[in-house]
């Protein structure tokens, strides 16, 4: 029997959010750096230079031995840097630190979370909702674990204290915990002592915590955590036995999205088992980039890289949130991380109260957002049929340069009075 798009054995593979909205707007003309279009749906940060920032990385040079394929784990010197970075950041004065041993290289986010997803056992993994699109397919093709979706609550700004956790951790027997932090698309973020309090109930309660960390330097609110970073590796005690995989990459805290250069972090146990899942998801990333992304960790580096993206991207932030409000847009709460507003639009004309026709109405304006029913990341309500949750949301992201964030709000504040 043929499959319904006509060939044996196939199943439909739906895309990820993202890619969703790229692919529709491309259908109506859209192409990567076009002039006349405002793309404040995908979440990519704006890649060019930025006062303060250092220099981009414009050529790699490529060795003669780089033309080989890089180890399944990444290349010993960018994992060795990786590791130092992180105990110059968050491990000083601490008695255990990372070493190279604790650091898995991959060629992409997804990489590395599906390297760790596939190396789960029979275990529940906890999620929440929302949280970031491209979870879901993970969540739903690796069937050695069952996956158990964690409503948040936008009413209470999306916070989840210490004796929820708990609750959740024993009533639902999980074993993981996955999630982004900042929180990708709310902005929620969880540190200092409220960061200290997850990795100590992770350890106590023998709950391995998955933290997707790629916006952690991306932080708007005040805490206590110094330079301007949010990582749960400040509060590991012992880096192999302490349950916390932590993973990050180039993409967003670099601004080099394309270079797929990513890390996961975590006990030496872990990283011997996404190194083993690795070799046969991917065999490993590109070893010229990796060979590249080395210079790109020296602490000053990473200094300045996040002191110009505060500068750069906090004016964007306001001018996003003031401009949505404007139009009638409603939020939970101001974005506290990451380069998106988590907007309610169910205040705006019935036409484009729900974001998949909101979504499509900014589409003939040439603008690009992110309908809030993908964020709604739980296989099960997808195969129920049953309307998202979520669907009266939208997400908007400041990430592109300030000129198209700008010109993106004008556009929305005037589609929104054409329909009211």
Known sequence: MSSPAGIPAFRPVPFTGVIFVMAEAGQRGYRYGHPDWCNLGQGQPETGPLPGAPPRMRRIEIGVDDQDYAPVPGIWELRRA????????????????????????????RASLTRAVAALGQVNLGHFLPDYTAYEELLDIFKLFTSIP????????YRFGLDDLEREIMGRGLSALLLSNPCNPTGKVIAG????????????????????????HYVWRETSEPGGMVSA???????????????????????????RCTWIVGPQQVIEAVSSSGSFLDGGGSKPVQRAAVPLLDPDVVAAETGAIREAFLPKRRILLEGLREAGVRFDLEPEGTFYCWGDISGLPAEIDDGMSFFRAALERQVICVPGEFFDVNPGKRRSGRPSRFRHYVRFSFGPDEATVVEGVRRIQEMVRAYG
Not at 91 to 102: A, H, L, P, Q
Not at 150 to 157: E, F, H, M, N, V
């Open 82 to 109: 990786v590791a130092e970075l992180y105990n110059g950041l968050y491990r000083r004065g601490k008695r255990s630190r990372y070493s190279e041993r604790n650091v898995c290289i991959c060629g992409g986010g």
């Open 150 to 157: 964690i409503l948040l609550d936008g009413a209470g700004g």
């Open 193 to 216: 002592a409220e960061l200290e309090g997850w990795v100590r109930l992770g350890r106590e309660l023998s709950c391995a915590l998955l933290i997707d960390e790629f916006y952690s």
């Open 233 to 259: 590796a400040r509060y590991v005690d012992d880096v192999d036995s302490d349950p916390v995989v932590l993973f990050d990459g180039l993409t967003k805290n670099w601004r080099y999205p394309g270079w």
